[in-house]
C-alpha cells in the first residue's frame, strides 16, 4: 500500500501506537492476551504494510525488547523495552537522524 508520508513520520506513528498500546498494558487497560492481538493488528495493519519489520523478544528479568526496522534496509527506527515488573516503558531509540533523535 502505498502513502504519501515519508517514512520517518511512519516510523513515529507506529512507534506511538506501540508506545500506547504498552502504557496501557502496564495501566491494566489491557490484559496480556488482549496486548498480544493488538500487536499482531498492529503488525498487520500498519508494520508490514508499510515497509517495516517488528520483532520483540523477552529477558528473564521480565523485560520485553520491540524493534522496530525499516525492512529495505534493516535499520533500526525504534527500540523499546517495556518492564512488566513495573509496567514501565522506555524509548531507547527513536527515529534516529543525523546522530539526533526525532520525529519529523
Known amino acids: 500500500m502505498s502513502t504519501s508520508k515519508p517514512p520517518k513520520q511512519l516510523c513515529c506513528e507506529i512507534a506511538g501506537e506501540l508506545r ?4 496501557w ?3 491494566g487497560k489491557l490484559d ?3 496486548f498480544s492481538m493488538a500487536v499482531l493488528e498492529l503488525e498487520t495493519a500498519k508494520v508490514n504494510r508499510y ?3 517488528l520483532t520483540a523478544s523477552n529477558s528473564a528479568a521480565g523485560v520485553t525488547e520491540f524493534i522496530l ?3 529495505d534496509s534493516g535499520k533500526i527506527c525504534t527500540r523499546m523495552e517495556f518492564d512488566s515488573h ?17 520525529c519529523d
Open 20 to 23: 500506547d498500546l504498552a502504557a
Open 25 to 27: 498494558l502496564g495501566t
Open 32 to 34: 496480556p492476551e488482549r
Open 51 to 53: 515497509g517495516f519489520t
Open 69 to 71: 526496522r525499516f525492512a
Open 86 to 102: 513495573n509496567g514501565e516503558l522506555s524509548v531507547v531509540h527513536l527515529c534516529e537522524t543525523a546522530g539526533r533523535s526525532r
